[in-house]
Structures are given as C-alpha cells and as structure tokens.
Nanobody, 115 residues
C-alpha cells in the first residue's frame, strides 16, 4: 500500500503564495510520476501539474507561469509552489502518485484565496 500525506494549505490573499508538500510512504518502489490535482466546489477534479521520476513536468494552462512542481526523490516528496495565487485557485488540492499504472490519492488540503 501507498500513503500520501499533503500539507501546506491554508487561507491567503490574492497575490500571495503557498507551498504544498506531499510525502509518500509505504510500497513506493517503481514510482512513475507524482502530481497535484484540485477540485473546486461543485466542479470536477482536474489536473494541476505532474512530474516524472526523471523530472519532466506538465502543467495545466491555468497555472503555467505561476505554479512550480518539484520533487525530492530522496524524501519521496513532491512540492507545489504557488505564486501568485488568484481567487479562482481556491480548491481542495490532492496529491497523486502513479506506481506501475496504479493511481493513489491523498486526502487533500484546502487552499482558499481571498480577493
């Protein structure tokens, strides 16, 4: 089994920044990629950013140039630096891990951006 624990969410004013972290533990050999998704109230969960073991990244158009995903393979941790934040970034952010085609999810961390 794989466990993912997110942290770093909170309330911030528009234009501010937050850094999310997601630590993976358990059976985490052969990880293909990790990433972040978000789900705003009343909407579907959507991709924010992903990063492969080799460091290749992919971003949703809505966050390109504002968010940066990174990972520390020695700590099995993925980060999401978010700056500047907009009110439309308000959502629950979920960490995601792909291990051999099997997808695991964290429980999510709430990010609220006030205008």
């Amino acid at each position: 089994q794989v466990q993912l624990v997110e942290s770093g969410g909170g309330l911030v004013q528009a234009g501010g920044s937050l850094r999310l972290s997601c630590a993976a533990s358990g059976s985490i050999s052969s990880i293909n990629a990790m990433g972040w998704y978000r789900q705003a109230p009343g909407k579907q969960r959507v991709l924010v950013a992903t990063i492969t073991t080799g460091g290749n990244t992919n971003y949703a158009d809505s966050v390109k140039g504002r968010f940066t995903i990174s990972r520390d393979n020695t700590k099995n941790t993925v980060y999401l630096q978010m700056n500047p934040l907009k009110p439309e970034d308000t959502a629950v952010y979920y960490c995601n891990l792909n291990r051999g085609g099997i997808i695991y999810w964290g429980k999510g961390t709430l990010v609220t951006v006030s205008s």
